[in-house]
């Protein structure tokens, strides 16, 4: 089962997918820090679909997690869309999982993440809001699209355990009802 994790930066995605990771036995695959690490670290369209052919060819995407963004700001500030219908066949999505997180926390958790991504502008509790309400539209036109099935999953709280039994029992009921097992 490949699982596309899709949530704001700071929204708590990676430490979901880690969790994820260690309780399923699945491997993480975080395309943002692929894109950004590759060089001239342009997320530009062409670079991105290269990244996925390679995700497609080099994983497992019977038991992957594939942290990345649904909406981001490209390098001249306008918002782009992370990905499309073929991307999703690409990397034989089966479930999307969009972590949501407060503005507040989402602030509070960039501040503290700063050796990351130093250079990330700072943006406001109006501006998360914003990209919020544009990521929900996106990402439920991409499930309405692809007939994938979406769970929202609120990390605002930091329950981290909670939060991964219930997302370990969503993705064991899914693969049971196609199925299969997951350990």
Do not use: W
């Not at 943002?32 to 990244?51: E, H």
């Not at 309405?144 to 769970?151: G, H, R, S």
């Amino acid at each position: 089962m490949s699982i596309l994790v899709l949530g704001l930066s700071g929204s708590g995605k990676s430490s979901v997918c880690d969790l994820l990771s260690n309780a399923l036995s699945f491997s993480v695959i975080n395309l943002g820090r692929i894109i950004l690490a590759a060089p001239g670290c342009t997320p530009i369209p062409i670079q991105r679909k290269l990244t996925e052919r390679e995700v497609a060819e080099q994983y497992d995407l019977s038991q992957l997690l594939i942290d990345a963004h649904a909406i981001f700001y490209n390098e001249l500030g306008e918002i782009e869309y992370g990905f499309d219908s073929d991307d999703l066949k690409i990397l034989h999505v089966e479930m999307i999982l969009l972590i949501e997180t407060s503005p507040e926390v989402i602030i509070k958790r960039r501040k503290n993440d700063q050796t990351i991504r130093p250079d990330r502008r700072v943006e406001s509790v109006s501006d998360i809001n914003h990209m919020k309400k544009k990521q929900q539209r996106f990402v439920e036109a991409l499930v309405t699209e692809n007939k994938i099935p979406l769970y929202v999953i609120d990390n605002s709280t930091d329950k981290l355990e909670h939060i991964l039994n219930h997302v370990v029992n969503i993705i064991k009921q899914s693969a049971a009802s196609k199925g299969g097992d997951i350990n």
